[in-house]
Structure formats: structure tokens, C-alpha cells
């Protein structure tokens, strides 16, 4: 039976020092790669993002830390081919600094810099950089000619910086502008010894931390990173954040629908164990929000779709763990959003969740963050102000609502 898991209390652990984890990684006879930060692509909106003659920095804080990482840049969505003159990968600091004497230069076949194909991604060469876990790492990529339209993670709730010319490798980069979106980087790789297990979260704007403050790492993902990574063996982990803000299951509107894009988002990272599936709101609400009348689902739909999801994880040996869809009304500020009959397929949803054993287990997000005297909405303390999206406190009840020793199976 899939048990519910209530509210446990985070242990304190020892991070592991820089030092440990560089000779972990220099000394194991047997290495693998294991994704340790993920960005989902989504294709550009308007107005694109275009660099020309310009370096865009960014800054990504890695699950589990090590001795050895690369990169992976991601053209999906490009027509045309998006030349990288230069990248590098540093330890990041405040802003848009790094970490003096952390530099390095990322090289593609041996060479420093790469042309992407359309709708292709590329991974660089292994570099030996030493990075604790829970650290904050800085992707530098300049692009000498027009990029064309960035491939990106549009709500990125980081900032990166650009800036004129090749300044890769600069310390301090005096940016020209911000973004608040990821563009061209999708993935960072860590080299692992066999026991790390990578636990993957999969789903929407709730799991993307829309509502939680930027640049401060506290969507629930990086608070279960929080609790679960700093765990001293025998095993150890990464978690990784494979959301899209506005995604749907089963119709592409923001990004590729769920279905769509689990086999590059899920079952394509590099040593995934565990998949965890929060998704399924916005085919609830955008038919009615947005006047998508002919794409209005059922109860039965989503739990259609869950099963596909849980039938080809389980075909790579991926466990699922499913979750139980928030509240999400009433929305005065989204009409239509929410409705009786969305509300009745959410239970429905949930229910099904909960009881139909189909998951190998279950989170209950839901029973987490709904007010208790008013089960259809958020509780005001956990509320971003949307009635919809989690605030900082929010997300890390949600993350301290998981049993650690569910990924102990």
C-alpha cells in the first residue's frame, strides 16, 4: 500500500567539505554521471531573447557538490544554429561575481567553443572544479554573432547577467542588463561513484516556485535538498527541478505538455530513481481561464495520463511518487480558473491518488497546504498572494511534509 506522508522534522547533518568531495570523486574506481541542477527548455517567447556580441552569466546553485562537472546547452527550439564562442564554469559569488581563481574553461571535442544545431542540445567536456554541495556555480557563455531566439527556462527566479564582448572569464562582470530567465543552459553534471540517486521533480508552476522569492533558492525542491542531500552515506542524492511554470499534462500551452516532454526531461537525465509528479492544475483551470473550451478534461483524463507517466518510469526502473493536487480557489484575479466542477475533479484526482496503490508512493500536498476550515483554498499563511502558487513558507512546509526515508527504498 502507498502510504500518505505527514510533516517530519529535517535532521541536521555536516555538509561534506570541498576537499572530501574532490577525493570521493579522484579516488572512486567506478564513475557515472548524475544530473545535479536541470533547467526544462521551453521555446522562446515574445519578444525573443537574442545575444549578439554578448556574454549572458548564470547562476545555478547544484544539488549534490563534487570534484568534477560539465555542462549541457540546449538549442531545442532554435532554427537556426547558436554559436558559442566561449564558456566557462566557475564558483559563484554575490551578483555577478565569481570566485576569484575559480575559473575554468569549458571546451566541446577539446575545443573552446561550440556550434548548436538546430533543436539539438550539446554536453561539454569534463572539468575538474571543486564545489560543496548546495553551491552556487556560474555558467559564462559569449555569443560572438547573433544567438538567434534563445531556447530557454523562461521564469527562471534567478538572475543572469549579459554583458558586451567576451568577458567569460572576468571576475566581476559589470553586466549591461539582467535576465530573468535561463537561456541556452539546461543541465549540470556532476561525476558520482554509483550510490547517488538522483530524485527528480516534475511538474508546474508550484514545483518551479512561482511565489517564492528570487534568487534565494526556496521553491520546495531546493528545501528537500535542503534535508536530503547533506545525508552521510552509504547513499547519497541529488535533487533536481523539472518544472515548467503554466505546463499541462495533456495540451501544450506553456512548454510541451507533460506527456511530451517526460522522455527529455525524465527519463534522459542520467541515473534518475525517484520521479515525483505534481501537475495536473493548470488541465483544470486554463480551459475556463482561457476560454480553451474544446480542451477541458476530465477526472479520468489525468489519472490517463499519470498511469502513462508511471507505466514508462517504471519501464527504466524509475520510481514514482505522486502527489496530491494543492487547492486552487476561488481565484478572483483569474476568472474561470477555478469552478464546482474543477474543484469536484481535483478531489476526484486526488482521491485516486491517494487509494489506487498506482504510484509506488504518495505526498499529500494537498492535506500540507490547504486551510483546514476552507479545503478548497490555500491557508493564508502558506498563500503567495494568487491563491494558487505557495509563498517561501509555503514550499517549505511542502518539503517538510516528505519522509526522508521514502527514498531509502
Known amino acids: 500500500m502507498a502510504p500518505t506522508l505527514g510533516a517530519v522534522a529535517a535532521a541536521a547533518c555536516v555538509l561534506w567539505s570541498t576537499s572530501t568531495l574532490a577525493r570521493e570523486t579522484a579516488q572512486s574506481p567506478d564513475q557515472s554521471w548524475s544530473v545535479t541542477w536541470l533547467a526544462s527548455a521551453e521555446p522562446p517567447r515574445s519578444p525573443p531573447t537574442v545575444l549578439t556580441d554578448e556574454t549572458v552569466r548564470e547562476v545555478a546553485r547544484v544539488s549534490l557538490g563534487g570534484g568534477r562537472f560539465r555542462v549541457r546547452l540546449t538549442n531545442a527550439y532554435g532554427a537556426k544554429p547558436a554559436v558559442v564562442g566561449s564558456a566557462h564554469l566557475a564558483r559563484a559569488t554575490a551578483g555577478a561575481s565569481i570566485v576569484a581563481g575559480s575559473d575554468r574553461s569549458l571546451t566541446f571535442g577539446g575545443r573552446p567553443g561550440v556550434t548548436i544545431p538546430p533543436y539539438a542540445s550539446v554536453l561539454s567536456d569534463p572539468v575538474d572544479l571543486p564545489v560543496p554541495n548546495l553551491s552556487d ?23 543572469a547577467y549579459v554583458a558586451h564582448g567576451d568577458v567569460t572569464g572576468q571576475t566581476d562582470l559589470q553586466p549591461t542588463r539582467t535576465l530573468t530567465e535561463r537561456p541556452f543552459v539546461s543541465a549540470i553534471e556532476v561525476s558520482t561513484a554509483k550510490r547517488a540517486k538522483v530524485v527528480l521533480a516534475f511538474g508546474d508552476s508550484i514545483t518551479d516556485g512561482f511565489g517564492s522569492t528570487p534568487n534565494a533558492n526556496r ?10 542531500v547533506p545525508r552521510r552515506g552509504p547513499t547519497y542524492f541529488t535533487v533536481v527541478d523539472a518544472a515548467i511554470s503554466g505546463n499541462r499534462l495533456l495540451h501544450d500551452f506553456i512548454g510541451p505538455n507533460g506527456l511530451s516532454r517526460f522522455d527529455r526531461d525524465v527519463l534522459s537525465q542520467p541515473r534518475v530513481d525517484y520521479v515525483v509528479v505534481l501537475e495536473g492544475i493548470n488541465d483544470l483551470g486554463f480551459p475556463g481561464a482561457r476560454n480553451l473550451t474544446e480542451e477541458t478534461v476530465s477526472a479520468d483524463d489525468v489519472i490517463f495520463a499519470y498511469k502513462q507517466l508511471i507505466a514508462r518510469a517504471h519501464a527504466h526502473d524509475i520510481k514514482v511518487i505522486g502527489a496530491t493536487l494543492p487547492p486552487f480557489g476561488p481565484i478572483p484575479e483569474r476568472p474561470g480558473f477555478y469552478s464546482e466542477a474543477s474543484a469536484q475533479k481535483r478531489d476526484a484526482i486526488n482521491a485516486w491518488i491517494r487509494t489506487s496503490h498506482a504510484f509506488d508512493a504518495v505526498i499529500d500536498f494537498d492535506a500540507v497546504l490547504r486551510d483546514p476550515a ?18 517561501d513558507a509555503g514550499y517549505q512546509a511542502m518539503a517538510d511534509a516528505i519522509d526522508l526515508k521514502l527514498f531509502d527504498r
Open 137 to 159: 556555480v556560474a555558467i559564462s557563455l559569449y555569443f560572438p554573432g547573433a544567438s538567434g531566439d534563445a531556447t530557454s527556462h523562461f521564469f527562471g527566479l534567478q538572475d
Open 219 to 228: 521553491r520546495w525542491p531546493d528545501r528537500l535538498a535542503e534535508r536530503l
Open 374 to 391: 476552507r479545503p478548497t483554498q490555500l491557508l493564508a499563511a502558506y498563500d503567495s498572494g494568487d491563491h494558487l502558487n505557495p509563498n
